[in-house]
């Protein structure tokens, strides 16, 4: 099964439709690996993203951000549609810089507001339009955006609680990620034991186990095939078993007068 859905097909009435309805606003359209991709004006966004909603792509389903430091428009922004109807996905995309916002969708689909503030943060994308463009991800007072390409690992600061001062403290970023070593063997590092469920971790000696053979299992005494209890230890002399030769006229006695009960033999 190739897909959890029953798959629509791409064809070329779609992607005709697509051209004819966009007009103008179409830049480009791509498809490949099954996917299409519209690449639109960006003063022209909400006309199309309307267009295409009344055509039957009634669900925004998530908006992304890309970063291209080497282009003019360095920012590339993504809106993930989806037909209900048709049971068919197409993305659209917008390109901008630092300085030129993108007009928000958030009159078409309310959810985007939450969308275009997480690009917001991430890239610095501004949205004109949006009612309430804040930080959603970054804690108050953050500087930068950390999704760019050119935002620097080290030099800021992050929060965290702490247990001795009771209140949220800001620290340097500390990037020990690399430097960490893992055991793949245990959640744990470092551990030098092997927790319960992980025994299928431990190496094994080369080559797979050899079974029982059915003539091994019989004669073992269990009508089931278990094995049998194992014979117990036994001595040659009375000195051997550790108790002395007192120890051993004791365990015999009963047996010696059973024995002559029966008839008189020692």
Request: a negative charge.
């Amino acid at each position: 099964m190739s897909s959890p859905a029953p798959l629509i097909k791409t064809d070329d009435t779609l992607l005709g439709m697509l051209r004819a309805l966009l007009g103008h606003q179409l830049i480009e359209l791509r498809y490949e690996v099954g996917e299409v991709a519209l690449h639109v004006r960006r003063e022209g966004l909400v006309q199309t993203m309307a267009q295409l909603r009344d055509e039957g792509y009634q669900q925004l389903m998530e908006m992304a951000g890309v970063d291209w430091p080497d282009r003019p428009e360095r920012f590339e922004i993504v809106y993930c549609l989806l037909s209900l109807t048709r049971n068919h996905r197409i993305r659209v995309h917008v390109t901008t810089h630092e300085e030129t916002p993108v007009p928000s969708i958030t009159s078409l689909w309310p959810v985007a507001g939450w969308l275009e503030r997480e690009v917001f943060d991430m890239y610095g994308v501004l949205f004109e339009g949006n009612p309430d463009l804040r930080r959603i991800l970054t804690d108050y007072g953050f500087k930068g955006h950390p999704q760019r390409k050119d935002f620097p690992l080290t030099g800021y600061v992050e929060l965290r609680y702490s247990e001795e001062h009771k209140r949220v403290v800001y620290e340097p970023v500390e990037l020990a990620q690399d430097f960490r070593t893992f055991d793949f063997m245990s959640p744990w590092e470092g551990a030098e034991y092997i927790l319960p469920g992980d025994e299928k971790a431990a190496p094994e000696a080369p080559g797979a186990p050899t079974p029982l053979k059915a003539d091994e299992i019989k004669g073992t005494g269990d009508p089931k095939g278990a094995p049998a209890a194992p014979t117990p230890k036994t001595t040659e002399r009375p000195e051997q078993t550790g108790a002395g030769a007192k120890a051993n006229a004791e365990a015999a006695e009963p047996v010696d007068k059973a024995a002559g009960r029966d008839g008189g033999h020692p």
